[in-house]
T-cell receptor, first 115, second 114 residues
């Protein structure tokens, strides 16, 4: 079975403080993992991806994520939040399941950034 | 490089009508995916096309259908529209079918059913 759990549906931070968006996954296969961001009335934009190379992955806009196999986690972080980071974030796991590729999306985390 | 483009941006229909949504993938991408994002329901997988063939289908009724053309563009058709079909419909394309390749999304078509 393959699943993704985003542990917080809403996260609120102050501008300039660190961001942590949590994602746990379950997969019987060696997965690839992605984080996407969605601003209102827009599509999903790829932030970063893990594909079995370095476990610490750097993405766009100062975001990074660390793949921890022992904890089955892929949390998204940013040292200092900016107002423009307010959006919804999706964690996605991708793996070959039953002879075909299967993508599973998390339910999303809404990030609010306050002054 | 042009991204994934979707048309129209907005579409307003009434119950019972039919809607056609269009998607042009990134050049070189052969796989196209369709998703429904309704308020409060997250991203729901609808259809996957690759090389002109339907490869997988989500848990949606048969009135949701589509096709992929030889140039890899795609069309989503929704027949007998119902109020609950109101949603943002997102198209994504991907290079091949390898699991480590990410999907790239368009900005969607907002379908409103009156």
């Amino acid at each position: 079975a393959q699943s993704v759990t985003q542990l917080d549906s809403h996260v609120s931070v102050s501008e300039g403080t660190p961001v942590l968006l949590r994602c746990n996954y379950s997969s019987s296969y060696s997965p690839s993992l992605f984080w996407y961001v969605q601003h209102p009335n827009k599509g999903l934009q790829l932030l970063l991806k893990y594909t079995s190379a370095a476990t610490l992955v750097k993405g766009i806009n100062g975001f990074e994520a660390e793949f921890k196999k022992s904890e089955t986690s892929f949390h998204l972080t940013k040292p200092s939040a900016h107002m423009s980071d307010a959006a919804e974030y999706f964690c996605v796991v991708s793996a070959y399941v039953g002879g075909g590729n299967k993508l599973t999306f998390g339910t999303g985390t809404q990030l609010k950034v306050e002054l | 490089e042009a991204g994934v483009t979707q048309s129209p941006t907005h579409l307003i229909k009434t119950r019972g009508q039919q809607a056609t949504l269009r998607c042009s993938p990134i050049s070189g991408h052969t796989s196209v995916y369709w998703y429904q994002q309704a308020l409060g329901l997250g991203l729901q997988f609808l259809l996957w096309y690759d090389e002109g063939e339907e490869r997988n289908r989500g848990n949606f009724p048969p009135r949701f259908s589509g096709r992929q053309f030889p140039n890899y563009s795609s069309e989503l058709n929704v027949n007998a529209l119902e109020l609950e079909d109101s949603a943002l419909y997102l198209c994504a394309s991907r290079y091949g079918t390898v699991s480590n390749q990410p999907q790239h999304f368009g900005d969607g078509t907002r379908l409103s059913i009156l």
